[in-house]
Every structure is written in C-alpha cells, then in structure tokens.
C-alpha cells in the first residue's frame, strides 16, 4: 500500500506540474522584458519562457500582415491562440521603414498598384478600419492586436525590397548586395526598434532572415551583425537581439571558436532554419533512418552546440508540405520534432498563411506548409497540430515546477517521457479500472504527454519504470502488447536506444531475437515487434516505431 501511494503521489505531482507550466506560459505578454539565462530565455524572475511561435508573412509585395483579405485581424489573432501558440514571428521588409514614400502608401494605394482588386474588396469586408491606414500604421495596428491576444512578438526583418524570399541572386541575400545596404539596413533596425518600444509583446527582434549568397564570409557576418545588435539594443533594451547564421541559417557553425563581442550581456539569442529540402540529398540517398541521424548530427554540430556554449537557439523556420501525403516530409517532421523535443528548442513553424495576396506574380496563391487552410477559416491539418502540440510547453528550465529536486520518498530521480513524434503523443499507463472495463489487454497505449501516467523513470539498468513504482516495461513476442512486470532483471526488460537515429527502443526477449516497442495504429495501443527500417532500405517507413525518450 505504500507503494501505491508514492505511485499516486508521483501521478498528481506530475499532473500538478503540468499545469503550473502551462499557466506560467499563458501569462507571459504583458509582464516584465525578456532575458537570457545561459541556454534559456527567461522572464524578469528567471523564470523560462518558451518561445512557441508561428510565422506570419508581412513582407511580400503588398506590404501587408497576409490573411486580412480573408478574415478579421482579432479571428486571425484568436485562432493562433486556440491553436496552442504564444507567439507570432511577424516578418517585415527594411524598405518599409526606411523609405517614407513606400511607409506613406495606404493599405487601398499599395493593393491598387499591384491590381489586386479582389483582396482589396476582401480588406474592406473583413478589416475596414485598416484599409486607408499607412502601411507601417497597418503593421503596429497587427502588432498592437496581437499583444492584445496575449501574444508575444517577435519582429523578423526578413528581406529589404518587399518580395517572396529567398533565392541566391535576389538581391537581399548579404551585405553589399544590390538591395542590401548596411547603413539602410541599420536605419530600419533602428526605426523598428524605436517605434516599438512601448510595446510590451515585442519581445525580440530578429536582425536578418536567411544570410546567403556569393558575398557571404564569416568576417562580414562578425562586422555588420555586431552593429546591428548594438543598433537595435541602444534603440529598445527590453527586446532580444536575434541572430541568424549563414547559408539560408543552417550554420552558425563558426561560432565554435569565434565569440560575438557586444556591449551587452542577457539579451543574445542563435536562430536557424531547417526544412527537408535542406537536406534533399540526404534524404534521397539514405534510408529514413540513416538520413534522420546525420541530419541530428548536422544540426548539432552547425547551430545545436551553442546550447552547451550557454545560448538559447531559437529555431525560426521549420515546416512540411502539409497538402500533400510524403512519406519523406512524415519522417523530416518525425524527426526534427524528436530532436526539438529531446533539446526543448525555442522554435516558430512555417507558417500560418493558407494564402498569399500576390506570390511570386501569381494572387490568390496557396500556401502549402500553411497551417490554416485557403481562406484562413480553419486548420488545413489537424494532424500535424496535434504532433507538434507537445513541444509548445517546456520541459525544463529554470524557475519552473519541476521534477528534480522533489524528496518525497522515492521521487528523487528525473522523469522522462516516451515521445512518439508520428502522433505527437507519449506512452501513458492504462488504468487497473480501464483494462477491466474495456476488457483490453494492452496496460500501455498512446496519449497526452500531459497525462499523468505519461511520467516514466530510465534507469542506470537500462529499464523503463512507472515513475515512482516498481513496475517496469516487459517486452513481448512480436505482435503482442507491451507488458508491465515487477521483475525488471531479465533481459526483456532492458531497453536501448539503437539504429542511426537513436530513436528505435529495442530489447531482447525470450528467443534471443531483438524487438522494439512499437505502435499499433489501428488501437494506438504500444506492442513489440521485430525492429523495421534498420536496413538502408530508402522506402521503410520507420514512424510507427520510432520514440525519444525526453527527459523533464
């Protein structure tokens, strides 16, 4: 019976946590400016602040926050809050903020040049207030709506002549590029850094989107990168100066042995980008399996490893193809989420839009890694919010409820949860009352990572333990439930990270063979069977079996 009680205990000390993290996060905006402690982003008492965002276009050619032909700002804000973001990285153009001629033009001037009647006709109807308002008016009006939703901002100068970015000779990609004037572009920082000073959910500034090109060099990056954080810091101290790395923000891997000297400490944050199509070679040449553990080792070692020099990394762009049913886009997805969960990044998907005013010469163009759907009304994919709906709470950090520390009895170790990415969900403990009322004979299955039974123990023995408890996971033969035993010494009770992507979690059972935990799609009920996708066979489908083992 004492056994059972810590047990208990530990279920309501976890779900107790879970909600205490989920509160602090909802109550963020209007407090105090945002910090950094060492790898962690933290508010005025230290405690951390998951940055959680989604990207919202407003620098293509109309100039204009995408979506308002379509929808009411205060919808648009409302439904990003219901999809379980606290924060908008909201991109901007320099030229809107340092050519007045283009700053003076109103919403109804800038959609008439292009001809864009009917987005016009759409602004009228769904956001009236707006349409003759100048369009830097137009961009605080979105910003100061979103601080109204209690949503954190993060203002991203994205390209300087306003357009679809990015491509290699398109003109904004580095400094001294055609379009890319340094004392231009430290005049927009200082213009956008001013004016929103006042606002308390301009939480951060990112000073370029996606550095690229022929002119790209390490020097330059140091030179114009370290002024424009003293620009945009002297400006506006509250907000965080972001900072992108080289070749499209896939590596800051020059960073290893070459400092950023700044005036100003508790206020640098990392960004990077990472997409499949970054990695299209890899992916075509290697198995899922293999392709997924040399891209975590890429990341690691081009943007990853700043985590360990003491830096938030803030993963600003990552997406997939949502319209479309890949199985190479499924096993990215799987497999960066993993890896943003296993590090509790810092991270903002691409992106809300489901549709662009003008793209590329084309209006009224679809947005196929958009979140919402074509006319901005509903999600596109509800699948994928549910798997990413996990890394939007953090696991750890400082001034958090949490698990280390607790010494109630046995509750001294660190609980880790059983992360499966292809649903967004963890591996919870079916209830005594459960198995005897549904009359199944699975005790393990899939649910919300905030359930209380979703907290696990893994142990120096290489056994995965009811947090709390005794009672440990036994593998099975193939094709049959997990089990629970409270005999955790024999060999299928071992448990191992294995394959290229450490995200296959095998034992050995009774014939000698070696089995993984895996997922049976049909009941979501957790089973062993015999480990897949460990060959460089480049059309198995691993996801069904892969886990992350997450620690909180």
């Known amino acids: 019976m004492a056994k059972l009680s810590l047990f208990s205990l530990a279920n309501l000390l976890f779900a107790l946590i879970i909600f205490q993290c989920v509160i602090s996060q909802s109550k963020l905006v209007m407090g105090s400016p945002l910090y950094t402690d060492s790898r ?33 700002l205060d919808a648009i804000s409302k439904r990003i809050v ?45 956001n ?25 901002a993060i203002l991203d100068n994205h390209i300087s002549k306003p357009g ?42 990112s000073l370029r989107n996606e550095l690229r090109g022929s002119r790209q060099n390490v020097d330059d990056w140091f030179r114009y990168m370290q002024q424009g954080a003293e620009t945009v810091h002297a400006a506006n101290p509250n907000v965080l100066v972001i900072l992108s790395g080289l070749s499209y923000d896939l590596d800051l891997s020059f960073l290893g ?4 000297d700044l005036s100003f400490t508790n206020k640098l944050v990392f960004e990077a980008h ?12 290697h198995s899922a399996d293999e392709a997924c553990g040399i891209i975590q080792d890429d990341m690691t070692s081009k943007s990853g490893f700043l985590l360990d020099k003491g830096f938030p990394l803030f993963v600003s762009e990552f997406g997939i193809d949502e319209s479309a049913n890949n199985a190479t886009d499924e096993s990215f997805m799987n497999c960066f989420l993993s890896y943003a969960a296993e590090h509790d990044l810092d991270w903002a998907i691409w992106a809300l839009p489901g549709s662009y005013y003008i793209r590329q010469g084309k209006t009224n163009t679809e947005e196929t890694y958009g979140l919402l759907n074509f006319d901005w009304s509903d999600v ?22 949490g698990l280390r520390g607790i010494t109630t009895g046995q509750l001294t170790n660190t609980g880790q949860l059983i992360f499966h990415p292809s649903t967004g969900l963890c591996v919870i403990r079916r209830s005594v009352f459960e198995l005897i009322r549904r009359s199944v004979i699975a005790p393990l299955t899939l649910g919300p990572c905030t359930h209380p039974k979703a907290l696990w123990s893994y142990t120096p023995e290489k056994t995965i333990s009811l947090y709390g408890a005794d009672f440990c996971i036994q593998a099975d033969r193939p094709g049959k439930p997990g089990k629970l035993s409270n005999i955790c010494f024999n060999p299928d009770t071992k448990w191992e990270a294995i394959s290229d992507s450490k995200l296959h979690l095998s034992s050995t059972v009774g014939d000698g063979k070696t089995v993984c935990l895996d997922v049976d799609f049909n009941t979501n009920n957790v089973v062993t069977n015999r480990c897949k996708c460990l060959s460089d066979d480049t059309t198995c489908d691993p996801s069904s079996q892969w886990f992350k083992l997450i620690k909180i």
């Open 164 to 205: 679809w970015c990015c491509s290699l000779d398109d003109g904004n990609g580095f400094f001294g590029d055609e379009y890319f004037n340094v004392d231009v572009w430290l005049k927009g920082l200082n213009r956008v850094a001013s004016m929103f000073k006042g606002f308390p959910n301009v939480v951060g500034m």
């Open 274 to 285: 990472r997409y499949k199509f970054s990695d299209t070679p890899t992916w075509a040449n």
């Open 380 to 401: 596109q994919n509800p699948r994928l919010l549910q798997r990413i709906s996990t890394i939007q709470s953090p696991f750890k950090g400082p001034g958090l409820p």
């Open 128 to 152: 009236p207030f707006i349409i003759d308002l100048p369009l830097r008016k137009a961009f605080e009006a979105v910003v100061y709506n979103l601080g109204a939703n209690h949503l954190m």
């Open 40 to 72: 962690w982003i933290v508010d005025g008492e230290g405690r951390r602040v998951k940055l959680a965002c989604v990207n919202w276009p407003s620098h293509i050619d109309a100039v204009l926050a995408e979506g308002l032909s379509k929808q009411p």
């Open 257 to 260: 042995n070459r400092s950023v």
């Open 82 to 126: 219901s999809m379980g973001f606290n924060c908008v990285r909201f991109t901007w153009p320099t030229f809107l903020f340092t050519s007045d001629s283009l700053g003076a033009l109103t919403v109804r001037q800038s959609f008439q040049n292009l001809n864009l009647s009917q987005a016009l006709a759409g602004i009228e109807y769904n």
